[in-house]
């Protein structure tokens, strides 16, 4: 559900982060007259005559985008490359093809768990010491291992959603005297101020359970910090140890101040993404919304000027750590073909990420894609806090757990942290029930 939703509004945010810069938008590079881009530099054409099938979930704008990256590898290279679109479930997609020997010999998983899946199944081919250079060259250790199992490379992180976001409607701000707060201290103040002067500070997406492992992700990796973060999201520590305690006190006393929550805890609970956005924007019911970088969609839909009515802060310190959480999608070769690896050091390079990052609606992991090669203001900047948190860095902790535990709607964690929103009072006993769950989803 999670993937659903960022797939539909990446869409569209193409359009949204373009019109966020306060200036004109860089425009993709022009197209030669085959359709590549002239923005790769001149090299031998080393892959005349071979063909490269790569598979991934993105329609639309996000898939044009996507093929304009292809277009300059092509041109690069002399290779055809042909894209197929997985839908929203690859696994589906992909299951018969690798059972039926056809595989295509680039696939985009929008998941880390699928690299696993895919690896115990032997349908992933090791990444060349070609391709590892540049993941070594360009990215942290930890992106590095989202695309190994078993201590093998097989993926490549090439494209990433920010998680570590809390947006506003800039006039409700004005109207309580408010001001963007930077710990979470600051933000339950914040809070107060706007439910005093008459506006309900949230609007909480809480029939929509991701939206809560999102909100408790960002609070716990601030106040556990980032290695506890990585051995929680593998369960090597477990639900029911303090530092999880911690971090549900903490949203408790967001989620336990009824006037905090429009529509207090059951309206929350009644309310799925994105409609929380459309009550902050348009409606103009409530002040703020927590969610990632795509909320910028259906704020503009609701007729807010993103950068001027719709703007966001950093998700606010709750501990130590500045917060930063990231979804992605992964690169791996389902074929040892030599454009398979072409194909993913080129989407791991410095050169690949930046001609992705001079279109509308991409972030990248890349540390070494200069913030200034990105089209608008708001993408630039939401890059440069990526490159600034460094090693603390996190993928999306739900993502990386068994879907039984981290990705079933009505159950387990989804389950468990809206239970905790009805009655934030009872942390053990939420805890309890997610320990359980989470040795249920890790046997």
Same mark, same amino acid.
């Given at each position: 559900m999670r993937r659903t939703i960022a797939a539909v509004t990446t869409a569209?945010?193409?359009l949204a982060l373009a019109a966020c810069g306060g200036g004109e938008s860089a425009a993709p590079a022009p197209a030669t007259s085959d359709g590549a881009s002239t923005s790769a530099p001149a090299a031998a054409k080393t892959l005349e005559g071979v063909t490269v099938e790569v598979a991934a979930k993105w329609t639309g704008a996000e898939q044009a985008n996507f093929e304009a990256v292809l277009k300059a590898f092509q041109a690069k290279t002399g290779a055809k490359v042909t894209y197929a679109s997985t839908g929203e479930d690859t696994g589906a997609y992909l299951g018969p093809r690798i059972e039926g020997?056809?595989?295509? /010999? %680039?696939?985009?998983?929008?998941?880390?768990? $699928? %690299?696993?899946?895919?690896? *115990?199944? !032997?349908? $992933? !081919?090791? $990444?060349?010491?070609? %391709?590892? !250079?540049?993941? *070594? /060259?360009?990215y942290t250790p930890y992106w590095k291992e989202l695309?190994?199992? /078993?201590?093998?490379?097989?993926? %490549?992180?090439v494209k990433a959603a920010h998680k570590s976001l809390i947006w506003y409607r800039d006039q409700a701000f004005q109207d309580a005297g408010a001001t963007p707060p930077a710990t979470w201290d600051d933000l339950i103040k914040t809070a107060q101020t706007i439910a005093d002067s008459g506006t309900p500070p949230f609007s909480l997406c809480g029939a929509s359970g991701w939206t809560l492992t999102d909100l408790f992700e960002n609070v716990y990796l601030s106040t556990a910090g980032p290695e506890n973060y990585t051995k929680l999201s593998k369960h090597e520590i477990p639900w029911t140890d303090p530092s999880v305690t911690t971090a549900l006190e903490k949203i408790g006393q967001l989620v336990g101040k009824k006037e905090f929550l429009l529509g207090g805890s059951a309206g929350a609970l009644q309310t799925d993404f994105p409609t929380c956005v459309t009550q902050v924007y348009g409606q103009d019911k409530s002040a703020m919304v927590i969610e990632a970088d795509f909320v910028g969609v259906t704020a503009e839909q609701s007729g807010a000027k993103l950068g001027e009515e719709a703007k966001y802060f950093p998700f606010p310190k709750a501990g130590e750590t500045e917060p930063v959480v990231l979804g992605g999608d992964i690169a791996v070769a389902l074929k040892d073909s030599k454009g398979a690896m072409a194909l993913l050091e080129f989407l791991a390079s410095k050169e690949g990420g930046e001609v992705w990052a001079k279109l509308p609606g991409y972030l990248s992991p890349n540390r070494n894609v200069s913030p200034a090669s990105y089209p608008d203001e708001l993408t630039k900047k939401l890059a440069e806090t990526i490159i600034a948190a460094g090693d603390t860095v996190r993928y999306d902790m739900s993502d990386l757990a068994p879907s039984a535990f981290g990705g079933t709607d009505g159950k387990a964690e989804w389950k468990y942290l809206q239970d905790f929103v009805r009655d934030p009072s009872d942390v053990k006993g939420i805890q309890a029930k997610l320990e359980d769950a989470a040795k249920q989803a890790w046997k």
């Open positions: 569209g945010l193409a020997g056809n595989p295509p /010999d %680039v696939a985009i998983l929008p998941q880390p768990g $699928l %690299v696993q899946q895919y690896a *115990d199944q !032997k349908a $992933l !081919k090791p $990444l060349t010491a070609e %391709v590892q !250079k540049q993941i *070594d /060259d360009n695309g190994s199992a /078993d201590g093998q490379s097989y993926g %490549v992180l």
